[in-house]
């Protein structure tokens, strides 16, 4: 049976991206994805959902369990172009209110309404700092190799597929409705609390039969129970 991806698929890639100089960007692969992903291996995409540049998203539709592809991008199918507005000069003093010393090619992070944003200072003169806020790799030719490792298909796989993703180890009980779901948490991972909370919020959204998720956290010898009924 042919399968091809589509919106709301949970789906485990791997791959690696270079720049025009042929240098790696990023990948699932190596100490490059210890230090982008904090694991090595194929990552678990929620296609439609997660974010991936749109020419691997266009060419993830076409692809098959097993399935690798080279692709060569250009900045409309990668990072996109650069945006005037997204460079910024800012007062020198900011950064030493801040305790930041700006030195040209320090990345910094600043919070905005679109939510937390990442520049590069550019540079520093009379008492005024530019701060590129746009992607490194904007206006950028990229490219990616590609490869669709797998598709998971049924409702408790796609949920300790996301569990393990975020170091839970956990044990999971759905009910044969699918409209409760207890998590049994036997470790917890870091910024545990954080975690639940996305979990809680990403689940229900993911799965609108789900209406009550409770984690029991044997450590803690506590229930939190969320009930959206």
């Known amino acids: 049976m042919i399968y091809l991806v589509k919106n709301g698929d949970f789906i485990r890639i791997e791959y690696t991206g270079y720049d025009a100089n042929g240098n790696i960007f990023d990948s699932t692969f190596g100490e490059i994805a210890k230090s982008l992903h904090d ?137 044969e409705k699918e409209d409760t779901l207890e998590i049994e948490v036997t470790e917890t991972p870091k910024e545990y609390e954080e975690k639940k909370q996305y979990l809680d919020a990403v689940l229900k959204g993911i799965f609108p039969t789900i209406t009550t998720i409770t984690f029991k956290d044997d450590k803690k010898k506590q229930e939190i129970k969320t009930d959206t009924k």
């Not at 000069?89 to 010393?101: A, C, L, N, V």
């Not at 590069?120 to 008492?127: A, D, E, L, M, Y």
Request: glycine letters at 8%.
């Open 39 to 175: 694991k090595e291996g194929a990552l678990l995409v929620i296609y439609g959902t997660d974010r991936l540049v749109p020419g691997m998203e266009e060419a993830l539709t076409n692809m098959q369990i097993g399935n690798s592809k080279e692709l060569q991008l250009t900045p409309e199918k990668a990072f996109g172009h650069k945006i005037k507005n997204m460079i910024r000069i800012m007062p020198e003093k900011d950064f030493y209110r801040s305790e930041i010393r700006p030195e040209v090619g320090l990345a910094i992070h600043m919070d905005s309404e679109q939510g937390k944003m990442v520049g590069v200072i550019k540079s520093v003169s009379g008492g005024r700092v530019l701060v590129d806020f746009n992607h490194p790799l904007a206006d950028k030719n990229i490219k990616y190799t590609l490869k669709l490792v797998g598709i998971i298909d049924k409702t408790s796989e796609k949920i300790n597929a996301m569990l393990a993703d975020m170091d839970f180890k956990a044990t999971i009980k759905l009910n």
